[in-house]
């Protein structure tokens, strides 16, 4: 089945850094969403975008909806430990089609 | 529950045999979906429910593969006549009446020997 786009697809960084990652697809979204998911866990939502443009915040995090609809990024500043994990982004087209597309993933170490 | 819940956590089966997997979803939930998820991968959509309607089975890989809701809560996944393909991680999530934010259980880790 389809996958997106995610880059880069891992990223080793030290603590305290700031982090992006970007999702692209072929397909126009109305809606995108970007999660976390760590070992042996289900994926974890983390930020809900649903306007073309629009930013939108969660603590340290940051992700915007690409103007084109098809792309999304996440920035993560100021890593700390708990941030290691596998950082999926989905898209859905809506307008009576639920389903969820994911990513392919950004893996994120941090270094110590 | 707080949270999606599935069952069984893990199953390993016998090439041939059918399994059921369970999926209770957060307590009003309207929509219900099922994926799949092969290690390092995204989760990919297999079908989904609104109440007890079957909106979208395009994901199921094949005939052997069917799912159910009878009364618009939990559901059911059954694959028939397994095989080794079949192993993976199965995911359930739920949404709201918005079925924009989906919220996914632990996963049901499937082993087809």
């Known amino acids: 089945g389809q996958q997106l786009n995610q880059s880069p697809q891992s990223m080793f960084i030290q603590e305290g850094e700031d982090v992006s990652m970007n999702c692209t697809s072929s397909?126009?979204?109305?809606?995108w969403l970007w999660y976390k998911q760590d070992p042996g866990e289900g994926p974890v939502l983390l930020i809900a975008?649903?306007?073309?443009?629009e930013l939108t915040s969660n603590g340290r995090l940051t992700a915007q909806f690409g103007i084109t609809r098809k792309d999304s990024f996440l920035n993560i500043s100021a890593s700390i430990p708990s941030d290691v994990g596998i950082y999926f982004c989905?898209?859905?087209?809506?307008?009576?089609?639920?389903?969820?597309?994911f990513g392919t993933g950004t893996r994120l170490t941090i270094i110590p | 529950g707080a949270g999606v819940s599935q069952s069984p956590r893990y199953k390993v089966t016998k090439r041939g045999q059918d399994v059921a997997l369970r999926c209770d979803p957060i307590?009003?939930?309207?929509?219900l979906y099922w994926y799949r998820q092969a290690l390092g991968q995204g989760p990919e959509f297999l079908t989904y429910?609104?109440?007890?309607?079957?909106?979208?089975k395009s994901g199921l890989p094949n005939d052997r593969f069917s799912a159910e809701r009878p009364e618009g809560s939990i559901s059911t996944l059954t694959i028939q006549r397994t095989e080794q393909r079949d192993s993976a991680m199965y995911r359930c999530?739920?949404?709201?009446?918005?079925?924009?934010?989906?919220?996914f259980g632990p996963g049901t880790r499937l082993t087809v020997t």
């Open positions: 999530a739920s949404s709201g009446t918005t079925g924009h934010e989906q919220y």
């Open positions: 397909s126009i979204f109305n809606t």
């Open positions: 975008l649903y306007k073309a443009g």
């Open positions: 989905a898209g859905q087209y809506n307008f009576g089609n639920e389903k969820l597309t």
């Open positions: 307590s009003g939930h309207v929509s």
């Open positions: 429910f609104n109440y007890e309607a079957q909106q979208d």
